[in-house]
């Protein structure tokens, strides 16, 4: 077997075609944009490789692509609990072989070694924990949502036998959008409906620049509290929004509002995935005319959650119920989707799990990133911690 860096064209396309080539015979599997995965490895396009640096190899035995792997570091990435230096590894493809695995995954790990890690984690993405992030280990039977890791399932074999620790689990729930739900929504939400100076709303995508600076108000003040620098700037914000626009769905994305302040928001998207899965890995102008059509014919069935958040001191309140049961007044009638996928919650985090188990949520899917300490007796195994709320 003979391990080679990816540093030219062509090995750059051999790393974007294991994973086409390993996931051929399963046909829940969906092809990622051959884009999105290159510009994750493109400094240019990148943000991550202010705070880091990045790694490839793919593996061939002969003239045959048995596997790949990326390693990075990223000073950005930091873990509650976490007092050492820890490095990444992802995009992991292999054959069912150990040797093979080994290969790639001593290669990700003397490569971390030497720029000073003491423990890598993975898979995960050399940027943001809402695309390819953790090892899925439960459900193989539906195609993935957009963003969302998919592999084989003797992966988890393979992580396990070489070593790794679950750190946490990343649990994904689901729900049909005909869902009746629970009987405490509609009481919540006729309680602030009678109250005055509280509202939700939709967003209206003439006024993206107002909802970007709503979304980084809440999102930083609910997430300050985990303290794994999280904040993001209003313009960032924006940029991803102009990013999703011509796909967005205005009547999925919500916030909460006291006195005309952004209090929570909840925010949604069309999976993509219902229309990338028929792009085969590319995205040109043909492929987009496509999308329009698809999107204008209403051939998404399926929206995901992005992101969640409430301003602490409206915490426990029933806020959230509030705001979904306005969003669901206006979806549910409607004939516009008929499943919510939500985004992930990991096991440290409790409050965001019982918020998709009170909407009548059904787990459908579990990742797990995994850990591997470099040396035990300096750094003992620890699961990550459970979330702290300020009260």
């Keep these: 077997m003979q391990l080679i860096e990816v540093n030219t064209a062509g090995t750059a396309n051999d790393f974007i075609k294991i994973n086409v080539l390993l996931n051929r015979n399963n046909p829940n599997y969906i092809r990622p944009l051959d884009n999105e995965v290159s510009d994750v490895f493109d400094s240019s396009k990148n943000r991550s490789f202010k705070y880091g640096e990045a790694k490839r190899w793919i593996l061939k035995n002969g003239n045959k692509l048995i596997g790949r792997i990326a390693a990075f570091t990223n000073k950005k990435y930091i873990n509650k609990g976490t007092e050492f230096a820890t490095g990444g590894i992802g995009f992991f493809d292999c054959i069912n072989d150990g040797n093979a695995a080994k290969i790639l995954l001593d290669a990700a790990k003397e490569w971390l070694q030497n720029k000073g890690m003491e423990a890598m984690d993975g898979p995960i993405n050399f940027g943001d924990r809402d695309k390819w992030w953790g090892l899925m280990t439960e459900g193989f039977d539906r195609p993935p949502i957009y963003g969302m890791s998919y592999n084989p399932p003797y992966y988890e074999e393979l992580f396990e036998n070489y070593g790794f620790k679950n750190y946490y689990n990343q649990y994904y729930y689901a729900m049909s959008v005909k869902d009746k739900l629970p009987d405490r929504f509609p009481e919540r939400y006729a309680k602030f409906k009678n109250k005055p100076g509280y509202a939700a709303r939709h967003i209206s995508i003439k006024n993206l620049e107002k909802h970007a600076h709503e979304f980084a108000t809440v999102y930083n003040a609910a997430w300050a509290q985990h303290g794994e620098a999280k904040e993001i700037a209003a313009k960032d914000v924006m940029k991803l929004f102009n990013k999703m626009k011509a796909v967005m769905d205005e009547r999925l994305i919500w916030f909460a509002y006291y006195k005309d302040e952004p209090i929570a928001m909840w925010i949604n998207i069309p999976d993509l995935n219902e229309y990338f899965k028929h792009f085969n890995g590319k995205l040109g102008l043909i492929e987009k005319l496509r999308l329009l059509w698809m999107k204008r014919n209403n051939k998404c069935r399926i929206f995901t959650g992005v992101a969640f958040g409430i301003v602490p001191k409206f915490q426990a309140l029933g806020i959230d119920s509030f705001m979904i049961y306005e969003a669901s007044l206006l979806i549910q009638p409607n004939d516009w989707y008929d499943r919510y996928e939500m985004g992930w919650a990991g096991d440290w985090n409790p409050k965001m799990i019982n918020i998709y188990k009170s909407l009548g949520a059904v787990q ?28």
């Design 364 to 391: 459908s899917r579990r990742m797990v990133t995994y850990r591997y300490i470099f040396d035990e007796n300096k750094h003992p195994f620890e699961r990550h911690p459970v979330m702290e709320y300020k009260s």
